[in-house]
């Protein structure tokens, strides 16, 4: 049986909800839609925020033939396949039924384009990557990637500079809420908003819990939908609700000092097939984040756990993690730097470029010291190096 969120699913722009910055009027997707143009991106996004639909929604304005792998279950013979797919025969017929690869992405039977979305393209090693590419350059397939990882760190930066980055976001209340009105279950009021605030922008999350709730109770209530949740029977994607909740675990484990907390949480990762790159990630930027000036050493510490992931992999780089983890939650703590960081950062946002002090300013031609700037620079000033507007502002709150 088709799967509600399926059956749901938007076939056009003017059914989809949500992603206003990339599909409202003017925006770059719509435009690239609406005008059918070809070419190679990225969605970078939580799960269940429409970037499936919106390569379903692009090909389909292409005309485009649509092929959809996902980069856990698929490697380079399913993408050779898809390039040149090998000689097959129509059930029936003697004739050899194949498709020729030309050098312009079109598909020489239908004269349509190749569209390729690749689903969690961030699990494509290094190698898988660079097979893809050359098809990517020469416009054999238009390669449609969709993460939920950083793609500056999961993507090799050959295949990043021929593809658009579009960065989509969680669905806001308002949007969840049109979003499950949609799938034609009545709802109370209390237990809409249960599931808004349950599935935290995750439209997909949102519709399989519904359609769960109503396949075992007969009817979504606040209630019913958490026995719905709590149920043993219910595996959630591992990149949707349980993904979050196990990793903000983790990190607040850590950020309390409890190790044993953040060690059950590192295996129940590592059990769960998560990656072990983006926990050794997560922690690197803990150790800036949370323990800072307090133990400065603690950066080294997560940096060499992180090489060390990549060197040796699981299942042995689990003995890495649970090193640093154990080190880390252990740490004094101190978010002094963080926060000194993003206040700084109000500042720039709301008072733009305020002139630089002209002592500090680089003076490589004679006409710019004849200016003044880097007149009266010394080695060690004692003089506020901020901007005029700024002098006396301590961002860095020390504590004594």
Excluded at 83 to 94: C, D, E, L, M
Excluded at 286 to 310: C, H, K, M, W, Y
Excluded at 364 to 386: A, N, S
Aim: net charge positive; hydrophobic share 40%; glycine share 6%.
């Amino acid at each position: 049986m088709e799967p509600l969120a399926s059956k749901i699913r938007p076939k056009n722009l003017e059914e989809f909800i949500g992603q206003a910055h990339l599909v409202g009027l003017d925006r770059p997707l719509r435009i690239a839609i609406e005008n059918k143009h070809l070419f190679s991106f990225i969605f970078w996004g939580p799960p269940g925020v429409g970037k499936t639909t919106l390569a379903k929604i692009y090909a389909k304005a292409l005309n485009a033939d649509l092929f959809e792998l996902s980069a856990v279950s698929s490697g380079k013979d399913d993408v050779r396949q898809i390039v040149n797919p090998v000689r097959s025969k129509t059930p029936g017929t003697s004739a050899d039924m194949f498709t020729y690869r030309t050098s312009n992405g079109v598909n020489a039977n239908t004269a349509k384009p190749k569209v390729l979305f690749l689903d969690e393209i961030h699990r494509f090693n290094k190698a898988q990557q660079d097979y893809l590419l050359p098809f990517v350059e020469k416009g054999e397939i238009t390669l449609i990637g969709a993460t939920t990882e950083n793609p500056s760190f999961e993507i090799i930066p050959a295949l990043l500079s021929r593809c658009r980055v579009f960065v989509l976001h969680e669905f806001s209340a308002e949007e969840m809420s049109k979003i499950i009105d949609r799938t034609g279950v009545k709802l109370d009021k209390k237990s809409k908003e249960w599931l808004v605030n349950m599935a935290n922008g995750d439209a997909r999350q949102a519709i399989t819990m519904l359609e769960n709730t109503v396949n075992f109770y007969g009817k979504a209530t606040v209630e019913n939908l958490k026995n719905t949740l709590q149920s043993k029977f219910l595996r959630f994607d591992k990149k949707g609700e349980e993904h979050h909740n196990t990793i903000s675990a983790f990190i607040k484990s850590m950020r309390a000092s409890q190790p044993d907390a953040a060690l059950y949480y590192l295996a129940r990762m590592i059990e769960s097939g998560e990656d072990p790159k983006f926990i050794a990630r997560r922690m690197v930027v803990f150790a800036s984040e949370d323990i800072g000036l307090a133990q400065p050493t603690a950066l080294v510490v997560a940096n060499d756990v992180f090489r060390a992931v990549e060197t040796i992999g699981l299942p042995e780089a689990a003995v890495n993690l649970a090193h640093g983890v154990a080190y880390l939650a252990l740490a004094p703590k101190n978010r002094d730097s963080y926060n000194a960081y993003y206040e700084a950062l109000d500042d720039v946002k709301e008072l733009g470029n305020l002139p630089i002090p002209m002592m500090i300013r680089n003076a490589p031609t004679k006409l710019m010291k004849d200016l003044g700037y880097h007149q009266g620079y010394e080695l060690y000033p004692k003089e506020d190096l901020l901007p005029e507007q700024l002098k006396g502002k301590k961002y860095l709150k020390r504590k004594k």
